[in-house]
């Protein structure tokens, strides 16, 4: 029967990260599987418990929203160890790319039942960040900065903070001329934002790069150029379908390794968390992660 060490972000989505373990956590040891449980003080000791756990043989739960899978699963790219989600964040974003099922029994029956599978990551190298490995994108513009404002925002939560986040970030949002290389060749945009998408999903539920595949070994990337702020509202909306692909203020392409530069001081984050400052660099590692799914 299988072993699992369940890492849990306490503060997950506003509230507890715990509460959503523990309907998973009966289930599973009423089936006999072995589950301990810890609590992380922050990401980085997140990563250590993770690679303990590891080390001892054990699947790993991550239990939060998409910063500590990102953070755990960056951790654990290119070891043996096996991951599973319990997501209990504002987005979970990549469980979402997963097809994850949200009801306690059909995830207890995921995590016990079904066989590892392999997911790519991705590398990101910046100044301030010499090697950070995380799951679902990358992302440089207005939506890094529509992130920072979520990741603060006190008084909402989930795709409410993503929301107003937004708009503060677009309304005094100026188009900003980004140099963006994919394999080589040399792209120049004006715009919006930047995306290199190993999921199709972002701020919780957004469907940035509708193609965007997990496993095969290629990043979507996603350029919006720059276009009247009223249209940059719509195109807002049609991410909730993907409708926003088929407009001509839209581009994208794929590539394993995409560096992305800009005129002025633009932001980049990273699945929720990384919050610095371009130039940086997004490598795809295929197949670099076992997970349950």
């Known amino acids: 029967m299988r072993q699992f060490t369940a890492v849990v972000n306490p503060t997950a989505g506003g509230s507890t990260g715990a509460a959503a373990l523990l309907p998973v956590a009966r289930l599973l040891r009423e089936a006999g599987a072995g589950l301990e449980t810890e609590y992380s003080r922050s990401l980085a000791h997140a990563q250590e418990l993770a690679l303990h756990a590891g080390e001892q043989g054990r699947i790993v739960l991550a239990v939060g929203g998409d910063g500590i899978a990102g953070g755990i699963g960056g951790a654990l790219s290119g070891t043996d160890t096996v991951l599973g989600l319990v997501p209990a964040g504002r987005g979970n974003d990549f469980a979402r790319a997963l097809r994850l099922p949200t009801a306690a029994p059909d995830l207890a029956r995921v995590l016990l039942c079904h066989e590892p599978r392999r997911v790519d990551t991705i590398e990101v190298e910046s100044a301030v960040h010499p090697r950070t490995v995380v799951l679902g994108s990358v992302y440089a513009g207005v939506d890094a900065l529509a992130n920072q404002h979520a990741n603060h925002a006190r008084l909402l939560r989930g795709a409410a903070s993503y929301y107003a986040g937004g708009l503060r970030a677009v309304t005094g949002w100026r188009p900003a001329s980004y140099r963006v290389t994919v394999d080589g060749d040399e792209h120049l945009h004006r715009g919006y934002t930047v995306v290199a998408a190993n999921s199709a999903y972002y701020g919780s539920g957004r469907i940035i790069a509708p193609d965007a595949r997990t496993d095969d070994g290629l990043l979507d990337v996603v350029m919006i150029r720059e276009a009247p702020r009223r249209l940059f509202f719509t195109l807002m909306n049609e991410l909730k379908t993907g409708a926003h692909t088929e407009r001509p203020e839209v581009v994208i392409l794929r590539g394993r390794e995409i560096r992305i ?28 992660l076992a997970m349950l799914f």
Do not use: C, I, K, S
């Open 261 to 288: 530069e800009a005129d002025r001081p633009v932001p980049y984050g990273a699945d929720g968390e990384v919050e610095a400052t371009l130039p940086v660099t997004a490598r795809v590692r295929p197949g670099d």
